[in-house]
Each structure stands twice: as structure tokens, then as C-alpha cells.
């Protein structure tokens, strides 16, 4: 067995990129961008009034002449002298005799001619051209996230594609004769199937939406068959059960039969110790244990960085720091993760911390990470943990 930060280690080592390619921003959502991105055009890309109200040209009078009006996205232009104005709305473009934008508040209008109630001089209420952004200048960063705020920022600078990170293809393996489909009536000896759903949903929160998922028997020619598909065509291969050590638990074989090279079997951790990591050519294959408690940890803390990684993220998960509610005793000389609620800066660890219970989980919003060197923790003493993505 190996500790938890070698294991942890050797997954960030052997995870690769996996090349880019181009895609429309509005095919990106979930991307991360494989290239600085810089600004075509200033933004805004003309004077542009910050608000409805009327463009004047400043004289020290508090009655202008109005010449008309202009709206946002309207091409014409008004050349205006002083103690003249235009009506304008927000986002229109500002002449460029125009000192100020009054807003429409502190104006009345009659007869075609305005009165000013208010000036404030220090404020324009006009963007100059670049304010927001200038041409040439750095829009997005490679390695950002493209996220609704990133691909809105982006199109408004008239940028149509994107070079971004690939995502990996990735296939589930869920094992085992006993695992029977929600919504079927139970069969003597049978249990629901509960990861399926579960990783499903882990890997669409980590931004993979199309995960392959694959039922495998207990049986050497079924395994073997979708093991080797699964290498062949995937960049990850994820298998939930199927990694212990029972007459059944056929996959660590299966992935030795197919090419695989193991890098370690079995991590000094609890819950979640029987777990593998290997790699064929360039596919990724962790075995995760059935129990869904443990399946749910260790994905959390190898599989999910893991994705990351490879989706181009360079801004991983860390480890935060929180106040501890109660005393704590580790007696396994294992390092513990343990389910908690971090509430502000303390943390409360639940009871319930069997490896197959999924309940506790569910008002879970963090996992204590106790080293397997720390026997006893004190209340009111710091420990770590790591946020859970649901």
C-alpha cells in the first residue's frame, strides 16, 4: 500500500493534456481555453453613453437646443455647437462635439430646447473608446474557464471560436452480477444500482457530459471484452467494483490481461482502500471500490484532479483549513476522509462513516483529511479538508 499523497502524486504525473482544437463560443460552455486570448477591437469600440439622457455640448448656459435624437446602434451623426443637444440612450454613440451625458433626471424638456437642473462635471457619464478593454490588449488568460460570464465577454468583442483543451472521453465501467437497475423489482441477493447515477452526475459536474457507461458481468470474457473496448476508444476507463479481493473481483486481472501497467493497488486510507491506478498507451484506468461511500471519496480526491488536469484547469482544488467541533481519535494508523459540514470556520464530522452509506453524504459539503501520523486531534484544532463537488 502506498499513502495518499504518493498515490495522489503518480495520477497528477502520469495525467496529460490531450491536445486542442477550435470550437464556437457557443459550443465552449465547460472548455478551457488552450490559448492566451487577446482583444480584436477596443471596448467599447466608440464614445458610448452610459445612460439615457441628452449628449450636450458644454456653454455656461443651462438651455440647450435639442437637434434630434439617437439611439443605440444608429449610425447617425450630429455635429453640435455649443448650447446644443441631442437626446441619447444608453449604449449609443456619443458625438464627438459632446461634452457630457445629463441624464435624462436632472433635464426638463419643452419645445424642443432642454433645461439643465444638474451638472456634475467630474462625471462624463461617457465611456471613451478601449475603457472596458483596448485592442491588443489580454481579453482571457489560457487556462480560463469558459463559463457563461467568459463567453458573453468574449462575443462581445466579436470573437466567434475558441481554441480550447479537448475533453477526454471517458467510460464507466459498473461491475458485478449483483448490481440490478432502479426501477426493476428486486431480486433475492440483488442490490440497486447507485453508482451509475452517482458518477454520472460527479463527471457532468466536472464538465463531461457524455460519459459511456458500461454494465460488465462477473465473468473473465465479458470483462475482458468491454476492458479492451473500452482501452481501445477512451481516455479514461473508470470501474466502479470489482478491484478487491474476492473470487469475483475480476478487473485488476482484466486490466493486467488487456496491457495495462499498474502504478499502485491499494492506498493506506480508509474508507477506500482497495483502489487502482494504471495506464495503456495514453487511457487512464482507475478501479474505485464498489462500496458507494468509498467510490464517492475516491473519486473526489484521485479521479476528479485527475479530469482536471486533463481538461486544461490550472487552478485545482486545494485543501482549505477549518476549526474542528469536536475531538478526534485515529486509531487505524490509515489517513481518514472523512464526511463533515464546514459551516463558516468550523467543521463538524458526521457519525455515520461506513464505507457503503451514502446518507451521510448527502448534507456532506466537505471531506477531513486526517494523515495517517495523526493519532489525536483536539477540539478547536485546525484540520483540513477539501470541498465536495456534488
Do not use: W
Amino acid at each position: 500500500m502506498i499513502s495518499v499523497e504518493e498515490a495522489l502524486s503518480k495520477v497528477i504525473q502520469h495525467t496529460k493534456l490531450l491536445g486542442s482544437e477550435t470550437v464556437l463560443v457557443a459550443n465552449a460552455l465547460g472548455f478551457f481555453l488552450a490559448e492566451d486570448v487577446f482583444a480584436p477591437i477596443d471596448l467599447p469600440p466608440f464614445r458610448q453613453s452610459a445612460m439615457d439622457g441628452y449628449a450636450i455640448s458644454f456653454s455656461e448656459t443651462n438651455t440647450y437646443n435639442v437637434l434630434g435624437e439617437i439611439q443605440a446602434g444608429d449610425a447617425e451623426y450630429f455635429q453640435l455647437k455649443r448650447a446644443e443637444a441631442v437626446k441619447i440612450f444608453t449604449g449609443a454613440r456619443v458625438p464627438d462635439t459632446a461634452d457630457f451625458v445629463v441624464m435624462i433626471e436632472h433635464v426638463q424638456e419643452k419645445d424642443g430646447k432642454i433645461f439643465i437642473n444638474q451638472l456634475n462635471k467630474s462625471k462624463t457619464n461617457i465611456r471613451i473608446p478601449g475603457e472596458l478593454i483596448k485592442k491588443g490588449t489580454l481579453a482571457l488568460p489560457e487556462g480560463t474557464l469558459l463559463n457563461s460570464a467568459a463567453l458573453a465577454f468574449l462575443s462581445g468583442l466579436g470573437i466567434e471560436k475558441l481554441p480550447v483543451y479537448s475533453k477526454p472521453k471517458i467510460a464507466v465501467l459498473v461491475t458485478g452480477n449483483e448490481v440490478q437497475t432502479p426501477g426493476t423489482v428486486l431480486e433475492t441477493g440483488k442490490i440497486y444500482d447507485s453508482n451509475s447515477i452517482m458518477l454520472d452526475t460527479l463527471l457532468k459536474k466536472a464538465g463531461i457530459a457524455d460519459a459511456t457507461f458500461f454494465k460488465v458481468d462477473d465473468t473473465l470474457e465479458t470483462a475482458n471484452k468491454i476492458v479492451k473496448h473500452a482501452l481501445d476508444n477512451y481516455d479514461f476507463l473508470i470501474a466502479s467494483g470489482g478491484i478487491s479481493v474476492g473470487d469475483y473481483d475480476l478487473m485488476q486481472s482484466v486490466f493486467d490481461q488487456n496491457g495495462v501497467s499498474e502504478l499502485f493497488y491499494k492506498i493506506k486510507q480508509r474508507p477506500g482502500k482497495p483502489i487502482y491506478f494504471g495506464k495503456r498507451n495514453y487511457t487512464l484506468v482507475f478501479g474505485l471500490p464498489g462500496n458507494p461511500a468509498a467510490c464517492f471519496i475516491n473519486y473526489q480526491v484521485y479521479v476528479l484532479p485527475a479530469i482536471q488536469k486533463a481538461l486544461g484547469n490550472k487552478f485545482p482544488r486545494l485543501y482549505k483549513k477549518a476549526i474542528l467541533e469536536s475531538s478526534l481519535v485515529n486509531e487505524t494508523n490509515k489517513s481518514l476522509f472523512l464526511r463533515a459540514e464546514v459551516k463558516g470556520v468550523s467543521v463538524k464530522i458526521f457519525e455515520n462513516q461506513n464505507s457503503a452509506m451514502l446518507q451521510s453524504l448527502v448534507n456532506s459539503n466537505a471531506l477531513v483529511y486526517i494523515p495517517e501520523t495523526v493519532k489525536k486531534i483536539e477540539k478547536g484544532e485546525e484540520v483540513y479538508y477539501l470541498d465536495i463537488v456534488q
